[in-house]
């Protein structure tokens, strides 16, 4: 079974560019989530899909980013325009079950330089 | 504020040596720890998943424990491999719905040496 992937693996674009980060979860899990970690920092919630409804986006640092889940199955977290403190590395994860046991499968990250 | 603090931040470890790692919250209302493995360039991998019931968890050379009353938690690892070389983060799952939120520590960062 293959696990979450997620596209690019990195990402180097300017200040004030578009960027979009692509996540595949693992077949038939309903729950995505993004997470992003700044170098030095720990690893943050930015939000979180129930199939393609966003349950909780509570997470995400301003308008300029956007996350979609199209049909419930892969998502997109697109960032525009970027600033240089969007630079990091950018966790998706899924889970089957949703409770408080559901167990996260992470993807590998894309890392975003923004110069 | 909800927050999870790890120590040390980073150790060395001798080939075949144990160490312990540990874990520090003030998440509240806690629902569940969970200890990670980093390795460089991958995503965290769960290693175990523990509730407020729950002391000891074991998976393989790794056991957590788990005091809920001093908010605190550990992961020993047992005859370090070299493979063992990677980031340990841990994380608490609190709720205040269904669905619950997650704090990530920053992670302890393990060098296994020969």
């Known amino acids: 079974e293959a696990g979450v992937t997620q596209f690019p693996s990195h990402s180097v674009i300017e200040k004030g560019q578009t960027v979009t980060l692509r996540c595949d979860p693992i077949?038939?899990?309903?729950?995505l989530y993004w997470y992003r970690r700044v170098m030095g920092k720990e690893i943050k919630f930015l939000l979180h899909?129930?199939?393609?409804?966003?349950?909780?986006e509570s997470g995400m640092p301003n308008n300029r980013f956007l996350a979609e889940r199209t049909g419930g199955t892969y998502s997109t977290l697109k960032v525009q325009p970027a600033e240089l403190e969007d630079s990091g590395v950018y966790f998706c994860?899924?889970?089957?079950?949703?409770?408080?046991?559901?167990?996260?499968?992470f993807g590998p990250g894309t890392r975003l330089t923004v110069l | 504020k909800n927050q999870v603090e790890q120590s040390p931040q980073s150790l060395i470890i001798l080939e075949g040596k144990n160490c312990t790692l540990q874990?520090?919250?003030?998440?509240?209302?806690?629902?569940?720890l969970r200890w990670y493995k980093q390795d460089t360039g991958r995503g965290p991998v769960s290693l175990t998943i523990?509730?407020?019931?729950?002391n000891t968890k074991s998976n393989g050379r790794y056991t957590a424990t788990l005091d809920a009353d001093t908010k605190q938690s550990s992961l020993h690892i047992t005859a370090s491999q070299l493979s063992d070389s990677a980031s340990y983060i841990c994380?608490?799952?609190?709720?205040?719905?269904?669905?619950?939120?997650?704090?990530f520590g920053a992670g302890t960062q393990v060098v296994v040496t020969p």
């Open positions: 994860a899924s889970s089957q079950a949703g409770g408080p046991i559901g167990e996260q499968f």
């Open positions: 523990m509730t407020f019931s729950e």
């Open positions: 874990c520090n919250y003030t998440v509240s209302p806690f629902s569940n």
């Open positions: 899909f129930v199939k393609e409804s966003k349950q909780d």
């Open positions: 077949s038939g899990h309903d729950n």
């Open positions: 994380v608490v799952r609190w709720t205040t719905d269904s669905w619950g939120k997650f704090q």
